[in-house]
T-cell receptor
Framework: EPEVTQTPSHQVTQMGQEVILRCVPI?????FYWYRQILGQKVEFLVS????????KSEIFDDQFSVERPDGSNFTLKIRSTKLEDSAMYFC?????????FGQGTRLTVV | EDQVTQSPEALRLQEGESSSLNCSYT??????LFWYRQDPGKGPEFLFT???AGEEKEKERLKATLTKKESFLHITAPKPEDSATYLC????????????FGTGTRLQVFP
């Protein structure tokens, strides 16, 4: 069964450093998303991506965040200068417009 | 503002003891309601999408129903492996495809 793959599964970084979280969406899906979940809280929408551009972003997705689809398979989330409050699980999802399928997540810890 | 409220926050059941989880929503126009299962430290696993009031979907011991104000996830004769957090999410129109999640119901099934 096709699945969304995320790497790394865990990332520890120092405050102020840049991190790149990677995702391989399901191959025939056209819609891509990033969500995050702070420990014990709701899953929150960050950004959606369609046709090689951002289609929607939340207030959380400020100038320190960016997304890219550098080739036909990868979808990345870059956090430019990490803060302590960026510590969370980050989930990538993809969709064929019938329902979003999520990856297993990257646990980001900022120290 | 679009909102999703799930109850109860936590539910403990004996194996075989059927019950229901509730998801109440307020959105300006529902495009879809989604149920996911989330195991600790993992990504949400897609269960069902419901689109219109009166719709029902089933998968093994789970059945999801939808009215104009809420959705129920009925669990019939649960087993310990059904223990997980069950998440409800809605998708509203107005040119958005993001999911708005509830806080989830943490289900524990004891043998």
């Amino acid at each position: 069964e096709p699945e969304v793959t995320q790497t790394p599964s865990h990332q520890v970084t120092q405050m102020g450093q840049e991190v790149i979280l990677r995702c391989v969406p399901i191959s025939n899906h056209l819609y891509f998303y990033w969500y995050r979940q702070i420990l014990g809280q709701k899953v929150e929408f960050l950004v959606s991506f369609y046709n090689n551009e951002i289609s929607e972003k939340s207030e959380i997705f400020d100038d320190q965040f960016s997304v890219e689809r550098p080739d036909g398979s990868n979808f990345t989330l870059k956090i430019r200068s990490t803060k302590l409050e960026d510590s969370a699980m980050y989930f990538c999802a993809s969709s064929d417009n019938r329902g979003e399928l999520f990856g297993q997540g990257t646990r980001l810890t900022v120290v | 503002e679009d909102q999703v409220t799930q109850s109860p926050e936590a539910l403990r059941l004996q194996e075989g003891e059927s019950s229901s989880l509730n998801c109440s929503y307020t959105v300006s126009g529902l495009r879809g309601l989604f149920w996911y299962r989330q195991d600790p430290g993992k990504g949400p696993e897609f269960l069902f999408t419901l689109y219109s009031a009166g719709e029902e979907k089933e998968k093994e011991r789970l059945k999801a129903t939808l009215t104009k104000k809420e959705s129920f996830l009925h669990i019939t004769a649960p087993k310990p492996e059904d223990s997980a957090t069950y998440l409800c999410a809605v998708q509203a129109p107005r040119n958005t495809d993001k999911l708005i999640f509830g806080t989830g119901t943490r289900l524990q099934v004891f043998p």
